[in-house]
């Protein structure tokens, strides 16, 4: 083991095999000499399970690990000086080490060179007064949203935006001459604006030939009205499950995508789950030039080579790929108006979708809708007993009830199956909670296809082919549609 790393913690040790990992792979390419870098720093004893352990990780689960020991409200500011001490020569030690094992193959790809700005911004330049620099990761789901750029945040509609405006080309172009998208929502907005309802309705034959024609023009509007507040919150947030929050100005630099081992059980083995990897950069006094400037010219000093693309284009091209296809999927086919609805059941943020709208449901009572849907598409498909039926159960049948609820609970969280308090009596008034969100986020004209009956049993009349679990039809899953 590498004498350097002897006095991180276990937790630290396993950060650091995930990030040291993460490098490796980032160029798709495993070099003899980064593989024995990993093995002399770690040793050779434990080296898989400590491996395995790391992919247990998110990249940003992992850096902040890296900065412990964290401080205790009720520390004494002696305590707390050691403690920023301690932080400061882990973290220091962290980045020397990563820096190494990047460059041990004497080549730093592009990607490589992402990972190393994001360790070097924020584990040598945060402070202790003011954290400047944030790493955060966000499963993915179906949509590709693009491989590097850098997306400007902001719910304040600060003045920053004004002097992005007034040198937007600028920006582009320098953020473009290290392979980084520069995403500004106003711009792309007008990019449509400017084309004009007929041209985008030629335009959108080619992007999504499949879109209706009556549809077309709702979209362009949609998308005229888009703010990068919107785009954000309702978009990234609400329909991806992200979780960007950008009260002042904020620079969210897409790193790159990496995978995580989840903790859902099944016959075939644990799945990997893919993250989106970002660099959040506050901005303060309205730097906005200088911070990217810094940032093109740190990138610049860690990649081996780099190749020029994706310039700002003319007035006279759209771009239509990475994350620019995402904003007009996310936008142009967010199913609002459907004339037909679909519950989706998402479990990498715990929630179900009923076309497109979230309910607000916490995660039991999202279980116990989850289950009264399971035992209406499956089974004896008679629903979930009222009180009074359930009290004429058998205790074999009462406690398969049960079950099938800690197994869906298990599944939504993504988790095995734990002990959870009882179903049953205190059903009826979860059920009104479930009936009343239905009532709140359902259009009229499907109220009556999807609320719930209510009798001795309680059932939906919702059939399974308008069922999904993260987008796949319920009936495709094994786990899901064995349940009941």
Not at 274 to 294: P, Q, R
Request: glycine residues 4%; contains cysteine.
């Amino acid at each position: 083991m590498d004498s350097r790393i002897i006095e991180y913690g276990k937790e630290q040790r396993i950060a650091l095999a995930r990030i040291v990992s993460d490098l490796i792979m980032a160029d798709k390419i495993i070099d003899d000499k980064e593989v024995r870098t990993f093995t002399n720093l770690f040793g050779k004893q434990h080296n898989r399970d400590l491996f395995r352990d790391a992919q247990g990780l998110t990249f940003a689960q992992a850096m902040k690990l890296l900065t412990l020991p964290e401080d205790n409200i009720n520390d004494s500011k002696h305590i707390r000086k050691i403690n920023a001490a301690t932080r400061l020569r882990h973290s220091e030690t962290a980045a020397e080490i990563l820096t190494e094992t990047a460059n041990s193959d004497g080549f730093c790809a592009p990607s490589e060179a992402a990972l190393l700005l994001c360790i070097d911004y924020y584990l040598r330049k945060n402070n202790t007064n003011y954290t400047k620099y944030d790493v955060q990761s966000f499963r993915l789901r179906d949509l590709f949203i693009g491989k590097r750029f850098v997306l400007y945040a902001d719910f304040s509609n600060s003045s920053v935006r004004c002097i992005i405006e007034e040198h937007y080309d600028f920006i582009a172009n320098l953020l473009a001459s290290i392979g980084f998208q520069f995403i500004y929502i106003p711009q792309i907005v007008k990019l449509y604006k400017d084309k004009g309802v007929e041209l985008f309705k030629n335009l959108s034959m080619y992007m999504f030939p499949d879109i209706q024609d009556e549809k077309v023009e709702e979209v362009y509007n949609n998308i005229s009205q888009m703010t990068t507040k919107k785009f954000i919150q309702e978009y990234l947030n609400d329909k991806l499950g992200f979780n960007i929050s950008c009260p002042k100005p904020a620079l969210m630099v897409m790193l790159g995508r990496s995978s995580r081992l989840g903790k859902d059980l099944n016959k075939e083995g644990l799945p990997y789950e893919t993250y989106a990897n970002f660099l959040k950069i506050s901005i303060e006094d309205g730097n906005v030039l200088n911070v990217i400037s810094d940032f093109v010219a740190n990138y610049n000093k860690h990649v081996a080579f780099n190749i020029n693309i994706d310039f700002n284009p003319s007035k006279d091209k759209l771009m239509y790929h990475g994350i620019h296809k995402a904003f007009f999927r996310l936008v142009a086919l967010a199913k609002k108006n459907r004339n037909y609805y679909n519950i989706d059941i998402n479990t990498s943020i715990n929630a179900i979708f009923v076309n497109d709208n979230k309910m607000k449901l916490t995660p039991g009572i999202s279980s116990i809708y989850i289950l009264i849907l399971c035992r209406s598409l499956f089974g004896d498909k008679l629903g979930l007993p009222s009180n009074r039926i359930y009290s004429t159960l058998t205790e074999t049948e009462k406690d398969d009830i049960q079950v099938q609820y800690e197994t869906i609970c298990g599944y939504l969280k993504n988790q095995e199956r734990k002990p959870l308090a009882k179903l049953y009596p205190n059903i009826t008034n979860r059920i009104s909670v479930i009936k009343n969100e239905l009532n709140e986020i359902v259009s009229e004209k499907f109220i009556d296809e999807i609320q719930l009956g209510v009798g001795d049993y309680t059932r939906t009349f919702v059939t399974a082919d308008h069922v999904t679990i993260n987008g796949i039809p319920i009936e495709e899953h094994n786990r899901w549609n064995k349940i009941i």
